[in-house]
């Protein structure tokens, strides 16, 4: 039932107009995606090829979308977008050094005055924070005592995979690294009504340059 907010985070944030183009990177198979094309010009989804089949199949006929097959970082394209979103994807990348370039990439695309949300970013300093408080705790016990009922299968994951950790320092120097290469860098919090929104959080980044043509410039 929390998924059902993320849509109405991400466009609160993003300040999402009918007139955009978005580039959405690691889409997955449209839950966020398909009620954005409703809201907005155009949208360019990237992902593995298996996952944009599987887009295909569930959403027939919706014509706004251009589907990119691949891996991000090894993809060239060739347009800049208004908005720029990648949700619940930097904690599969392999190091910081890859988060960094990952970042910087899809920076390259963003149109002056536009605006990109890394989203979702599992911080585990802000997760310790929150479960040393009491109602971290009741939460916590809570949590482990509706998993010790649930019938749901676990799922594994592949370990043989190493993914970089997200902490205080690790999101600070992201912040830094966007600051000093000109972009205005911001870390938001997450509302508590998200699935996750007691121990992630967003990074949002924003192109300065903005051409104002039919305004005079400000003093």
């Known amino acids: 039932e929390a998924e059902r907010y993320i849509f109405f985070d991400i466009v609160k944030k993003l300040k999402i107009k009918p007139t ?16 954005l094309s409703f809201i907005s010009q155009q949208i360019t989804c990237v992902d593995h090829i298996d996952i944009l089949d599987r887009m295909k199949a569930r959403f027939v006929g919706v014509n706004n979308l251009q589907l990119i097959p691949g891996n991000f970082l090894d993809l060239e394209i060739n347009y800049r977008f208004d ?21 910087d990439k899809a920076l390259g695309l963003l149109k002056p005055g536009g605006i990109a949300l890394f989203g979702d970013i ?40 190493q993914t970089v950790v997200f902490d205080d320092e690790t999101i600070t120097k992201l912040l830094i690294h966007n600051r000093l290469n ?38």
């Open 182 to 219: 000109g972009y205005n860098s911001y870390i938001l919090p997450q509302p508590r009504k998200l699935p996750f929104g007691n121990t992630r959080e967003d990074l949002l980044i924003i192109h300065p340059e903005q051409e104002y043509p039919d305004t005079p410039l400000a003093k």
């Open 122 to 161: 599992p911080n585990s300093t802000l997760k310790k924070r929150f479960l040393d408080t009491d109602y971290g705790k009741r939460f916590l016990e809570e949590w482990n005592r509706k998993q010790s009922k649930s019938t749901s299968p676990e799922v594994e994951f592949n370990e043989d995979h």
């Open 20 to 35: 955009d183009s978005i580039l959405d990177i690691g889409c997955g198979t449209g839950n966020v995606t398909f009620p």
């Open 83 to 103: 908005k720029i979103l990648s949700y619940s994807v930097l904690h599969y990348l392999t190091d910081t050094k890859e988060v960094l370039n990952f970042i």
